[in-house]
Protein backbone atom coordinates (compact mmCIF):
# COMPACT_ATOMS: atom_id res chain seq x y z
CA UNK A 1 0.00 0.00 0.00
CA UNK A 2 2.70 2.16 0.79
CA UNK A 3 4.68 4.74 -1.05
CA UNK A 4 2.40 6.15 -3.46
CA UNK A 5 0.37 9.72 -1.72
CA UNK A 6 -2.73 11.06 -3.45
CA UNK A 7 -3.20 15.02 -2.13
CA UNK A 8 -6.04 16.27 -0.68
CA UNK A 9 -8.12 13.32 0.16
CA UNK A 10 -11.41 15.59 -0.40
CA UNK A 11 -11.51 18.22 -3.06
CA UNK A 12 -14.57 21.18 -3.46
CA UNK A 13 -14.53 22.90 -6.25
CA UNK A 14 -17.02 25.56 -8.46
CA UNK A 15 -18.54 24.20 -11.41
CA UNK A 16 -16.35 25.41 -14.39
CA UNK A 17 -12.91 25.83 -12.56
CA UNK A 18 -9.85 23.23 -13.50
CA UNK A 19 -8.01 21.37 -10.78
CA UNK A 20 -5.08 19.33 -10.33
CA UNK A 21 -4.72 16.31 -7.85
CA UNK A 22 -1.33 15.07 -7.10
CA UNK A 23 -0.22 11.79 -7.65
CA UNK A 24 3.61 11.06 -6.08
CA UNK A 25 5.84 7.48 -6.22
CA UNK A 26 8.60 6.10 -4.36
CA UNK A 27 8.55 2.64 -5.79
CA UNK A 28 10.51 3.76 -8.54
CA UNK A 29 8.00 2.21 -10.50
CA UNK A 30 7.90 3.67 -14.71
CA UNK A 31 4.48 2.62 -14.83
CA UNK A 32 1.55 5.43 -13.75
CA UNK A 33 -2.17 5.21 -13.91
CA UNK A 34 -4.94 7.43 -13.26
CA UNK A 35 -8.33 5.94 -12.74
CA UNK A 36 -11.96 7.31 -12.18
CA UNK A 37 -14.56 5.22 -9.79
CA UNK A 38 -18.32 5.66 -10.10
CA UNK A 39 -20.44 4.41 -6.92
CA UNK A 40 -21.40 0.45 -8.30
CA UNK A 41 -18.99 0.58 -11.19
CA UNK A 42 -15.41 -0.54 -11.13
CA UNK A 43 -12.55 1.54 -11.95
CA UNK A 44 -12.36 2.87 -15.72
CA UNK A 45 -8.60 4.13 -17.13
CA UNK A 46 -8.44 7.52 -17.70
CA UNK A 47 -4.67 7.97 -18.62
CA UNK A 48 -1.93 6.10 -18.14
CA UNK A 49 1.85 6.35 -18.53
CA UNK A 50 4.68 3.70 -19.39
CA UNK A 51 7.13 6.01 -19.08
CA UNK A 52 8.53 9.81 -18.25
CA UNK A 53 7.75 12.65 -21.05
CA UNK A 54 5.28 10.02 -22.42
CA UNK A 55 1.20 9.11 -21.61
CA UNK A 56 -1.63 7.79 -23.63
CA UNK A 57 -5.41 8.31 -23.21
CA UNK A 58 -7.17 5.83 -21.64
CA UNK A 59 -11.06 4.93 -22.27
CA UNK A 60 -12.39 7.71 -20.87
CA UNK A 61 -10.04 10.97 -21.33
CA UNK A 62 -11.99 13.36 -22.70
CA UNK A 63 -12.13 16.65 -20.22
CA UNK A 64 -8.68 15.19 -18.31
CA UNK A 65 -5.40 16.13 -18.95
CA UNK A 66 -1.90 15.06 -17.21
CA UNK A 67 1.89 15.23 -17.42
CA UNK A 68 4.78 13.03 -16.87
CA UNK A 69 7.97 15.24 -16.07
CA UNK A 70 9.32 13.40 -14.09
CA UNK A 71 9.00 9.41 -12.81
CA UNK A 72 7.69 10.25 -9.71
CA UNK A 73 4.97 12.18 -10.42
CA UNK A 74 1.68 12.17 -12.21
CA UNK A 75 -0.94 14.91 -11.81
CA UNK A 76 -3.95 14.90 -13.18
CA UNK A 77 -5.68 18.20 -14.16
CA UNK A 78 -9.86 18.06 -14.35
CA UNK A 79 -10.65 20.85 -16.92
CA UNK A 80 -14.24 22.44 -17.25
CA UNK A 81 -14.90 20.31 -20.07
CA UNK A 82 -15.58 17.44 -18.23
CA UNK A 83 -19.35 17.38 -18.13
CA UNK A 84 -19.19 14.98 -14.54
CA UNK A 85 -16.51 15.34 -12.89
CA UNK A 86 -17.46 14.49 -9.12
CA UNK A 87 -16.19 11.23 -8.33
CA UNK A 88 -13.25 9.26 -6.39
CA UNK A 89 -10.26 9.71 -8.36
CA UNK A 90 -7.40 6.59 -7.81
CA UNK A 91 -3.42 6.69 -8.76
CA UNK A 92 -1.94 3.20 -9.15
CA UNK A 93 1.66 2.82 -10.30
CA UNK A 94 3.30 -0.56 -11.31
CA UNK A 95 6.78 -1.82 -12.03
CA UNK A 96 7.25 -1.45 -15.68
CA UNK A 97 3.67 -1.87 -17.11
CA UNK A 98 4.18 -5.06 -18.34
CA UNK A 99 1.89 -7.92 -18.46
CA UNK A 100 2.51 -9.35 -15.01
CA UNK A 101 2.64 -6.44 -12.96
CA UNK A 102 0.41 -5.57 -10.42
CA UNK A 103 -0.92 -2.04 -9.22
CA UNK A 104 -0.26 -0.44 -6.14
CA UNK A 105 -2.94 2.19 -5.71
CA UNK A 106 -2.97 5.67 -3.62
CA UNK A 107 -5.49 6.61 -0.88
CA UNK A 108 -7.49 8.95 -3.50
CA UNK A 109 -9.13 11.99 -3.79
CA UNK A 110 -12.68 12.11 -3.35
CA UNK A 111 -13.90 15.32 -5.83
CA UNK A 112 -16.37 16.98 -5.36
CA UNK A 113 -17.86 19.98 -8.26
CA UNK A 114 -20.29 22.07 -6.75
CA UNK B 1 -14.65 -3.06 -26.83
CA UNK B 2 -13.68 -6.06 -24.06
CA UNK B 3 -15.58 -6.02 -21.20
CA UNK B 4 -14.96 -7.56 -17.64
CA UNK B 5 -18.64 -8.27 -16.25
CA UNK B 6 -18.55 -9.11 -12.26
CA UNK B 7 -21.59 -11.17 -10.77
CA UNK B 8 -23.45 -10.72 -8.29
CA UNK B 9 -23.07 -7.11 -7.55
CA UNK B 10 -23.53 -7.56 -3.90
CA UNK B 11 -23.60 -10.45 -1.46
CA UNK B 12 -25.02 -10.38 1.87
CA UNK B 13 -23.73 -13.10 3.84
CA UNK B 14 -23.63 -14.69 7.14
CA UNK B 15 -20.98 -15.18 9.26
CA UNK B 16 -19.67 -18.72 8.52
CA UNK B 17 -21.30 -18.93 5.70
CA UNK B 18 -19.25 -19.92 1.85
CA UNK B 19 -19.89 -17.73 -0.59
CA UNK B 20 -18.60 -17.26 -4.45
CA UNK B 21 -18.19 -14.02 -6.92
CA UNK B 22 -17.78 -14.76 -10.67
CA UNK B 23 -15.95 -12.41 -13.27
CA UNK B 24 -16.19 -13.34 -17.44
CA UNK B 25 -14.62 -11.93 -19.99
CA UNK B 26 -15.91 -11.05 -23.39
CA UNK B 27 -12.59 -12.25 -24.40
CA UNK B 28 -9.40 -14.33 -23.48
CA UNK B 29 -7.35 -12.93 -21.09
CA UNK B 30 -3.37 -12.90 -21.04
CA UNK B 31 -4.29 -13.13 -17.26
CA UNK B 32 -6.86 -11.90 -14.40
CA UNK B 33 -5.85 -10.20 -10.93
CA UNK B 34 -7.99 -9.63 -8.14
CA UNK B 35 -7.86 -6.53 -5.67
CA UNK B 36 -9.66 -5.69 -2.56
CA UNK B 37 -11.56 -2.43 -1.61
CA UNK B 38 -12.43 -1.94 1.93
CA UNK B 39 -15.24 0.87 3.05
CA UNK B 40 -13.38 4.10 2.04
CA UNK B 41 -10.48 2.89 0.96
CA UNK B 42 -8.17 1.81 -2.12
CA UNK B 43 -7.85 -1.60 -3.80
CA UNK B 44 -5.28 -3.75 -3.05
CA UNK B 45 -3.68 -6.21 -4.99
CA UNK B 46 -5.03 -10.07 -3.58
CA UNK B 47 -3.49 -12.23 -6.55
CA UNK B 48 -2.67 -13.01 -9.81
CA UNK B 49 -3.41 -16.19 -12.21
CA UNK B 50 -1.80 -16.34 -15.47
CA UNK B 51 -2.30 -20.25 -16.25
CA UNK B 52 -5.27 -21.76 -17.59
CA UNK B 53 -7.14 -23.71 -15.13
CA UNK B 54 -4.66 -22.21 -12.48
CA UNK B 55 -6.27 -22.16 -8.83
CA UNK B 56 -4.34 -20.65 -6.02
CA UNK B 57 -5.40 -20.72 -2.72
CA UNK B 58 -5.00 -17.94 0.26
CA UNK B 59 -6.14 -19.34 3.81
CA UNK B 60 -9.79 -19.03 2.95
CA UNK B 61 -9.62 -17.64 -0.42
CA UNK B 62 -9.58 -19.67 -3.77
CA UNK B 63 -8.73 -17.85 -6.87
CA UNK B 64 -9.79 -20.03 -10.70
CA UNK B 65 -9.31 -19.25 -13.90
CA UNK B 66 -11.25 -21.07 -16.12
CA UNK B 67 -9.39 -23.40 -18.58
CA UNK B 68 -10.38 -21.23 -21.39
CA UNK B 69 -8.87 -17.97 -19.51
CA UNK B 70 -12.10 -16.08 -20.05
CA UNK B 71 -13.50 -16.04 -16.37
CA UNK B 72 -12.30 -16.32 -12.88
CA UNK B 73 -14.26 -17.40 -9.58
CA UNK B 74 -13.24 -15.95 -6.18
CA UNK B 75 -14.48 -18.18 -3.71
CA UNK B 76 -14.29 -17.24 0.48
CA UNK B 77 -14.87 -20.01 2.77
CA UNK B 78 -16.39 -19.40 6.48
CA UNK B 79 -16.68 -15.82 6.26
CA UNK B 80 -15.57 -13.38 8.74
CA UNK B 81 -16.23 -9.39 9.25
CA UNK B 82 -12.69 -8.78 8.06
CA UNK B 83 -13.74 -9.86 4.67
CA UNK B 84 -16.64 -6.89 4.37
CA UNK B 85 -15.01 -4.82 1.33
CA UNK B 86 -15.67 -4.76 -2.86
CA UNK B 87 -13.73 -7.54 -4.91
CA UNK B 88 -12.60 -6.74 -8.23
CA UNK B 89 -11.45 -8.90 -10.32
CA UNK B 90 -9.42 -7.10 -13.43
CA UNK B 91 -8.39 -8.99 -16.98
CA UNK B 92 -5.75 -8.01 -19.12
CA UNK B 93 -5.68 -8.23 -22.69
CA UNK B 94 -3.24 -6.17 -24.14
CA UNK B 95 0.67 -6.53 -24.54
CA UNK B 96 0.90 -3.40 -22.47
CA UNK B 97 -0.61 -3.52 -18.87
CA UNK B 98 -4.02 -1.97 -19.35
CA UNK B 99 -6.47 -3.98 -17.07
CA UNK B 100 -10.05 -3.90 -17.47
CA UNK B 101 -11.83 -3.85 -14.18
CA UNK B 102 -15.17 -5.21 -13.04
CA UNK B 103 -17.84 -3.46 -11.66
CA UNK B 104 -16.74 -5.36 -8.70
CA UNK B 105 -19.20 -7.51 -6.05
CA UNK B 106 -19.67 -5.97 -2.73
CA UNK B 107 -19.73 -8.01 0.14
CA UNK B 108 -21.69 -7.23 3.57
CA UNK B 109 -21.23 -9.52 6.40
CA UNK B 110 -23.99 -9.68 9.12
CA UNK B 111 -22.45 -11.14 12.47
Known amino acids: DGGITQSPKYLFRKEGQNVTLSCEQNLNHDAMYWYRQDPGQGLRLIYYSQIVNDFQKGDIAEGYSVSREKKESFPLTVTSAQKNPTAFYLCASSSSGGTTDTQYFGPGTRLTVL | GQQVMQIPQYQHVQEGEDFTTYCNSSTTLSNIQWYKQRPGGHPVFLIQLVKSGEVKKQKRLTFQFGEAKKNSSLHITATQTTDVGTYFC???????????FGAGTQVVVTP
Open chain 2, 90 to 100: AGLTDSWGKLQ
